[in-house]
């Protein structure tokens, strides 16, 4: 049954959207082995440099050189390497690296994408997928000065990382710029590394906001996908890089494409700005995105559910349930109501309600204006973490803070266990907490962690290495005695 249902799964994210930061050697060879087909005379033609010429106008709102200027040398290559040596052979693929050829044994690059230079003193914004996995991280600047980069920190749920690097000078940098300003038809420009091809733009228009094209979904229920849609050409290496607009300013972190070949064919998707900004303070600040929740779960309306709750038009989220001791149950919002505005911003899809929540902290309060039985009601929210409680959490600062934050007691198992159940080794939970994260997931004591956000795991320094500095949502993978296996995503 796990084949088969790992095989589906496989077979569906590889028909289905893609995401772009991973590119390797697979694409090199496409690249170099080009022919002449049809062998033909060709007549060169001399053009005039138009920029000189008197007559030249760039039509208003068409010139993308200002912005260009100012966002090329603020995006950064980032290369990616691992020791493959230290990594089992049945490591489960890290974004279709096995299918494009991964070196397996000493140390090779992993992959390639961008990064967006945040401040002068080298802290850069990329996302989580173009640095997950990797044991060394190289950024090079567009003026070709290389550094190893230090990672701050990582947010599985919104697919972000933050870097920093140790520059000898002041850096160029973006601007944030905001994202909820930002119109549909409005002209934009993608920057980043497609293919290895440094500093790279593209342009296109915003097709759309709030999109949710559910590429995160499948490792925690907290994640947030609110995506800005424009039709401005990315491509594998893409990820990480900068969305601005005109005036050069920082609206998105270009993030995946939608896709059936792994290469653009019409559409990319970035995250907004604003919720960038928010998680690298965060990670700065705590080395933790501060989660806030509402504490309930939600659906959009459609046609049947706003009839049966008497709404003018067919807009909002549904509360389908709340949670208990939850924030919105204290505050008094029930089952069945729908949410139509926070902090009298009107919210039609969940998207939008995901990002403005996750947007803000635990203990922030906020207005929510919810549609009961026909009649609008107002409540006062206050915001809570993943624990239900309004403290703001901060992420391990080593191995031993990492580990303990799990609320178990772990050991390795012996060589003899691990022959038996076909694995290369783990680390057996010999004891759980009343309540604890591991606890709380439904993990049993004696099942076998083997890996971490698909990263291996056979010692007590790999788990520490894997936890420390993670925060939201971590996928935990291993095995029962009994050769059962389990897939669990708990909170950080």
Known sequence: MRKQFLSMMAASVLGGVITIGAYTTFFAPQQIETKNEVEKSVAFTNYENTVDRKDYVVPEGMNFIKAAEKATPAVVHIKTYVDFSNRPSRSTPRFF???????????????????????ADGYIA??????????????????????????????????LALLKIKPENNLDFLAFGNSDNVKVGEWVLAVGNPYELTSTVTAGIVSAKARNINILRSKTNL????????????????????????NGALIGIN????????????????????LVKKVMDDLREYGAVQRALIGVQIQDVDQKI??????DKIAGVAVVDVSPQGAAEEAGIEAGDIIVKINEEEIETVSELQEIIARRRPGDQVNVT???????????????????TTDIVKAPKNSSEA???????VQPISDKQANALGIKGGLAITKLVPNGKLYNAGIKEGFIITYVDREPVRSLDDLGVALRGKSGG?????IYPNGEREYVGIGL
């Not at 990820?239 to 005109?246: E, N, P, Q, R, Y």
């Not at 896709?259 to 604003?274: C, R």
């Open 97 to 119: 690296h096995d299918f494009f050829g991964e070196p397996r044994s000493g140390e090779g690059q992993l992959g390639s994408g961008s990064g967006v230079i945040l401040t």
């Open 126 to 159: 990329t996302n989580n997928h173009v640095i997950e996995g990797a044991s060394k991280i190289e950024v090079v600047l567009e003026d070709k000065h290389v550094y190893t980069a230090e990672l701050v920190g990582t947010d599985p749920t919104t697919d």
């Open 223 to 246: 994640s947030v996908e609110s995506f800005i849609q424009t039709d401005a050409a990315v491509n594998p290496g893409n990820s990480g890089g900068a969305l601005v607009d005109l």
């Open 255 to 274: 993030t995946a494409i939608a896709s059936k070949t792994g290469s653009f064919t019409g559409y990319s998707f970035a995250v907004p700005s604003e």
């Open 306 to 311: 706003a009839d049966e709750a008497g709404l």
């Open 370 to 388: 919810v549609s009961r039985k026909g009649k609008l009601k107002d409540f006062e929210v206050k915001l809570k973490n993943t624990m239900n």
């Open 403 to 409: 580990i303990a934050a799990l609320s178990a007691e």
């Open 474 to 478: 971590i996928l935990i993978e291993g």
